[in-house]
Protein backbone atom coordinates (compact mmCIF):
# COMPACT_ATOMS: atom_id res chain seq x y z
CA UNK A 1 0.00 0.00 0.00
CA UNK A 2 1.40 3.05 -0.77
CA UNK A 3 2.83 5.90 1.86
CA UNK A 4 0.31 9.15 2.18
CA UNK A 5 1.57 12.29 3.56
CA UNK A 6 -0.44 15.46 4.08
CA UNK A 7 1.48 19.09 4.28
CA UNK A 8 0.79 21.89 6.46
CA UNK A 9 2.23 24.50 8.04
CA UNK A 10 0.52 24.13 11.25
CA UNK A 11 2.20 21.91 13.68
CA UNK A 12 -0.60 20.15 15.51
CA UNK A 13 -3.30 18.57 13.95
CA UNK A 14 -4.66 15.97 15.80
CA UNK A 15 -7.75 15.21 13.45
CA UNK A 16 -7.91 16.05 9.53
CA UNK A 17 -11.71 16.52 9.00
CA UNK A 18 -13.54 16.72 5.02
CA UNK A 19 -13.24 20.48 4.13
CA UNK A 20 -14.77 21.61 0.94
CA UNK A 21 -13.01 23.26 -1.32
CA UNK A 22 -12.19 27.07 -1.72
CA UNK A 23 -11.25 27.00 -5.57
CA UNK A 24 -14.12 24.77 -6.47
CA UNK A 25 -17.32 25.06 -4.86
CA UNK A 26 -19.43 22.25 -4.74
CA UNK A 27 -17.19 20.05 -4.51
CA UNK A 28 -17.52 16.99 -1.71
CA UNK A 29 -15.67 18.20 1.67
CA UNK A 30 -12.52 15.61 1.43
CA UNK A 31 -9.37 15.27 3.23
CA UNK A 32 -6.33 15.16 0.89
CA UNK A 33 -3.55 13.22 1.03
CA UNK A 34 -0.47 12.46 -1.49
CA UNK A 35 1.22 9.77 -2.03
CA UNK A 36 5.28 9.07 -1.68
CA UNK A 37 6.74 10.20 -5.55
CA UNK A 38 4.46 12.84 -6.16
CA UNK A 39 4.80 14.60 -2.52
CA UNK A 40 7.90 16.99 -3.23
CA UNK A 41 4.91 19.11 -5.04
CA UNK A 42 3.70 19.97 -1.61
CA UNK A 43 7.18 21.03 -0.45
CA UNK A 44 6.01 24.62 -0.31
CA UNK A 45 4.69 27.26 1.55
CA UNK A 46 0.56 26.46 1.11
CA UNK A 47 0.18 29.41 -1.31
CA UNK A 48 3.26 29.46 -3.16
CA UNK A 49 2.41 29.04 -7.07
CA UNK A 50 4.15 26.18 -8.61
CA UNK A 51 4.65 24.53 -11.69
CA UNK A 52 6.03 21.21 -11.43
CA UNK A 53 6.92 19.00 -14.66
CA UNK A 54 8.32 15.41 -15.10
CA UNK A 55 8.69 13.31 -18.04
CA UNK A 56 6.19 10.51 -18.73
CA UNK A 57 6.57 7.30 -20.53
CA UNK A 58 5.05 8.66 -24.03
CA UNK A 59 6.84 12.18 -23.84
CA UNK A 60 8.29 12.27 -27.02
CA UNK A 61 11.99 13.24 -28.08
CA UNK A 62 10.94 16.71 -29.43
CA UNK A 63 9.28 17.51 -25.65
CA UNK A 64 12.30 16.20 -23.53
CA UNK A 65 15.15 17.96 -25.55
CA UNK A 66 12.94 21.46 -25.86
CA UNK A 67 11.66 21.62 -21.61
CA UNK A 68 13.52 18.58 -20.26
CA UNK A 69 16.99 18.63 -21.38
CA UNK A 70 19.48 16.14 -19.96
CA UNK A 71 18.59 16.54 -16.44
CA UNK A 72 18.54 13.67 -14.06
CA UNK A 73 16.03 14.67 -11.63
CA UNK A 74 12.72 13.15 -11.20
CA UNK A 75 10.85 17.24 -11.11
CA UNK A 76 11.74 20.36 -11.67
CA UNK A 77 9.94 22.92 -9.74
CA UNK A 78 9.24 26.44 -10.61
CA UNK A 79 8.34 29.26 -8.56
CA UNK A 80 8.77 32.64 -9.14
CA UNK A 81 11.18 35.08 -7.25
CA UNK A 82 9.02 36.66 -4.78
CA UNK A 83 8.43 33.62 -3.37
CA UNK A 84 11.87 32.46 -2.61
CA UNK A 85 12.42 34.19 0.95
CA UNK A 86 9.45 32.53 2.14
CA UNK A 87 10.15 28.92 0.48
CA UNK A 88 13.70 29.23 2.13
CA UNK A 89 12.09 30.48 5.80
CA UNK A 90 8.65 28.59 5.95
CA UNK A 91 8.50 25.42 8.22
CA UNK A 92 6.36 22.61 6.86
CA UNK A 93 4.76 19.58 8.99
CA UNK A 94 4.65 16.68 6.99
CA UNK A 95 2.02 14.10 8.69
CA UNK A 96 1.96 10.70 7.94
CA UNK A 97 -1.51 9.53 6.61
CA UNK A 98 -3.48 5.81 7.48
CA UNK A 99 -3.52 4.78 3.80
CA UNK A 100 -6.81 2.53 4.47
CA UNK A 101 -8.66 5.37 5.49
CA UNK A 102 -8.04 7.33 1.81
CA UNK A 103 -9.03 6.34 -1.95
CA UNK A 104 -6.49 6.81 -5.00
CA UNK A 105 -7.73 9.40 -7.71
CA UNK A 106 -5.50 8.10 -10.34
CA UNK A 107 -4.22 11.39 -10.61
CA UNK A 108 -0.54 12.68 -9.90
CA UNK A 109 -0.36 10.60 -6.01
CA UNK A 110 -3.55 12.33 -5.01
CA UNK A 111 -5.74 10.32 -2.44
CA UNK A 112 -9.25 11.48 -0.74
CA UNK A 113 -10.70 10.54 2.67
CA UNK A 114 -14.99 11.14 2.97
CA UNK A 115 -14.52 11.04 6.83
CA UNK A 116 -12.04 12.26 9.54
CA UNK A 117 -8.78 11.04 9.55
CA UNK A 118 -6.12 10.96 12.28
CA UNK A 119 -2.44 11.12 11.30
CA UNK A 120 -0.02 8.41 12.41
CA UNK A 121 3.20 10.64 12.89
CA UNK A 122 4.28 14.17 12.19
CA UNK A 123 7.74 15.33 11.02
CA UNK A 124 8.83 18.58 10.73
CA UNK A 125 10.65 19.85 7.58
CA UNK A 126 12.89 22.93 8.51
CA UNK A 127 14.74 23.43 5.27
CA UNK A 128 12.61 22.98 1.74
CA UNK A 129 15.13 23.86 -1.01
CA UNK A 130 17.25 20.94 1.24
CA UNK A 131 14.33 18.75 1.22
CA UNK A 132 13.64 19.53 -2.28
CA UNK A 133 17.10 18.82 -3.49
CA UNK A 134 17.09 15.13 -1.72
CA UNK A 135 13.94 14.57 -3.48
CA UNK A 136 15.66 14.73 -6.79
CA UNK A 137 13.76 17.93 -7.33
CA UNK A 138 15.42 20.68 -9.56
CA UNK A 139 13.97 24.10 -8.05
CA UNK A 140 13.90 26.93 -10.46
CA UNK A 141 13.41 30.06 -9.55
CA UNK A 142 12.14 32.67 -12.13
CA UNK A 143 11.09 36.42 -12.51
CA UNK A 144 7.26 34.52 -13.53
CA UNK A 145 5.96 31.25 -14.62
CA UNK A 146 3.83 32.69 -17.58
CA UNK A 147 7.15 31.46 -19.91
CA UNK A 148 5.89 27.84 -18.75
CA UNK A 149 1.69 28.30 -19.79
CA UNK A 150 2.73 26.10 -23.02
CA UNK A 151 4.17 23.29 -20.81
CA UNK A 152 0.40 21.71 -20.73
CA UNK A 153 0.60 21.41 -24.24
CA UNK A 154 3.49 19.22 -24.48
CA UNK A 155 3.85 15.33 -23.75
CA UNK A 156 5.42 15.73 -19.69
CA UNK A 157 3.35 15.84 -17.41
CA UNK A 158 2.60 19.74 -15.56
CA UNK A 159 1.60 20.78 -12.43
CA UNK A 160 -0.07 23.67 -11.85
CA UNK A 161 -0.75 24.35 -7.98
CA UNK A 162 -1.74 28.25 -6.51
CA UNK A 163 -1.18 29.63 -9.89
CA UNK A 164 -3.96 32.12 -8.79
CA UNK A 165 -0.95 33.52 -6.61
CA UNK A 166 1.12 33.85 -9.73
CA UNK A 167 2.23 37.38 -11.14
CA UNK A 168 0.05 38.01 -14.46
CA UNK A 169 -1.38 34.46 -14.32
CA UNK A 170 -5.30 34.57 -14.82
Known amino acids: ?33 IDDWHAPMYLFPRDCPRILLWPLPATTP ?23 ERLRTTRLYRYTMPPAAFEDLNDAGMWVSRSMV ?16 EANVELRVMPSLLPLRGAWNTTLHASGIRLRNATGWE
Do not use: C, K
Open 1 to 33: MATLYHFSEEPDIAVFAPRPLASQPGVEPLVWA
Open 62 to 84: EDRERWWGDRDARMVANIEWAWF
Open 118 to 133: EPEAVTTVADLPAALA
